[in-house]
């Protein structure tokens, strides 16, 4: 028996065992290991879905660690407080955690770091969460990259450590601290009646993670370049939702796309730019953190969006009754599945910003409170990417026409029959699911009849042009 003191490894968007570095060092180190979560002002921010889809996330993760003879010590309130009281109580000599990039983490972390090394404590926080921290990628000037393509050139040939090795023990201490109970937490409350609905789609865990990710290299990657734009086929990783809690590292999965590169594979040379492209995001979380709540782009502020989430078509929008068939297929398959198709995405953004020129911040919010892969960086960027006011963004002329995108990424409607009920005389189980998921107040029914549009694909593309050229950038 060493010892050493206990080293407390504080989890948060990590709940993984292999590739650890916190959980790797604090074995090193010597001594007991004692693994702790917090619900502070962070967790309580999440939305409906995310907040349920942690739930499910931190069930596997407590299993995963009392099968190596170890456990997940939970407490809820302030990280400040709650982490120099278990130094306290437990005798920890050391606090290990891995970064997070959003600016209320980052200030959190650093006055923790802070308090406990004026306390004498090691307190250490380790990469993971991304590949290339912010603060190391820099034009040839010293200053960051605003646009992708460049940033991309700059990080594709650098070298990414391999994936760490799960530590084959974690020492236990003789005693544990005391622990709150998950299920009286209630993670996953305001999800409602939706949770069940949503469980059929959603497999949690770092063992199901590694599972998707051998099966898309093995059977998607080969393909991935042509088929990951199709909504009618599974063409995509699907890994956002896993990268999202850490149930598997960015390294691990950029490691299997060296790999199928190597094997010849056509599509991984894409995958790798799109591994890319969420770190492009956390890139830009960094060095611009007020595009999490504002216009990236300061000249769009005066841009005329409306921002009143009572409007009629925000609603209709928000219920997935647009009238726009892709729209609609898109908003459902979120909320039965907690997850949207990234073309899909696009599409909805487009129409809710551009043809219904509304807010992209009541569509970002929307999209925080629904989907299991929320994620601040890439929701943020994508948003205002599509909006036109972000980094790197797509002009604000280009508006994705949905009819045009659903012939072409739907060519036979697959995707929009598997979502819509409304006008099918034996609709799919997935498209009466969404009936079942929503709230009793909206009042739904697949027997109701399918609405007109709420603006026309033409008529928007000529309304957000109008207003566009009628601003002065």
């Not at 130094?87 to 990039?101: C, D, F, I, L, P």
């Not at 990783?237 to 590169?261: F, V």
Request: charged letters at 25%; a negative charge.
């Amino acid at each position: 028996m060493s010892e050493q003191s206990p080293t407390l490894v504080w989890i948060r968007r990590d709940l993984r065992l292999s590739d650890h570095a916190a959980l790797c060092a604090a074995v090193e180190r010597g001594g007991p290991v004692i693994p702790v979560f917090v619900r502070d002002s962070t967790v309580e921010a999440l939305g409906a879905a995310p907040k349920w889809r942690l739930e499910q996330g931190l069930a596997v993760y407590m299993s995963a660690l009392e099968e190596k003879g170890s456990r997940l010590i939970l407490r809820a309130g302030p990280a400040r407080e709650v982490i120099p009281a278990l130094v306290r109580e437990t005798g920890a000599g050391a606090v290990y955690w891995q970064r997070a990039y959003d600016p209320a983490s980052v200030e959190r972390d650093a006055d923790i770091k802070s308090a406990l090394k004026e306390d004498g404590i090691d307190a250490r926080s380790f990469a993971g969460h991304v590949m290339f921290e912010p603060w190391t990628v820099e034009t040839k000037q010293g200053g960051y990259y605003k646009v992708y393509s460049p940033f991309w050139r700059a990080v594709k040939e650098r070298e990414v450590p391999a994936p760490l090795p799960e530590p084959s023990h974690l020492p236990a201490p003789a005693d544990w601290p005391e622990s709150e109970a998950l299920k009286d937490w209630q993670l996953g409350a305001a999800m409602n009646r939706g949770a069940e609905v949503l469980a059929k789609h959603v497999k949690p865990g770092e063992a199901a993670a590694q599972a998707r990710l051998g099966a898309f290299i093995r059977d998607g990657v080969g393909e991935y370049g042509e088929m990951r734009d199709r909504l009618d086929v599974d063409g995509t990783s699907r890994m956002s939702e896993y990268l999202s809690l850490g149930e598997i590292s960015p390294a691990r999965c950029w490691h299997a796309g060296l790999r199928a590169q190597a094997d010849g594979k056509a599509g991984a040379g894409k995958f790798l730019a799109e591994l890319a492209w969420r770190e492009f995001a956390y890139h830009l979380m960094w060095h611009t953190p007020h595009m999490l709540e504002d216009n990236w782009r300061e000249e769009w502020k005066a841009f005329p969006w409306k921002e009143d989430r009572r409007l009629k078509e925000v609603r209709a929008w928000e219920q997935a009754r647009t009238g726009m068939e892709v729209v609609d297929a898109a908003l459902r398959e979120m909320y039965v599945t907690g997850y949207m198709h990234n073309r899909a995405r696009m599409i909805v953004a487009s129409y809710l910003t551009k043809h219904m020129m509304v807010h992209w911040r009541i569509g970002m919010a929307w999209f925080d409170d629904c989907l299991v892969d929320w994620d601040p960086a890439s929701n943020a960027m994508g948003w205002q990417w599509v909006a036109g006011c972000g980094p790197d963004a797509a002009p604000y002329f280009r508006v994705f026409n949905p009819e045009t995108q659903a012939e072409k990424f739907d060519p036979k409607g697959a995707y929009r029959r598997r979502w819509i009920a409304e006008g099918q005389s034996q609709p799919p189980q997935d498209a009466l699911d969404y009936f079942e998921a929503v709230p009793r107040s909206w009042d739904l029914s697949p027997k109701d009849g399918y609405p007109k549009p709420v603006v026309s694909a033409a008529e928007g593309r000529q309304a957000a042009l109008t207003a566009y050229e009628e601003r002065d950038f």
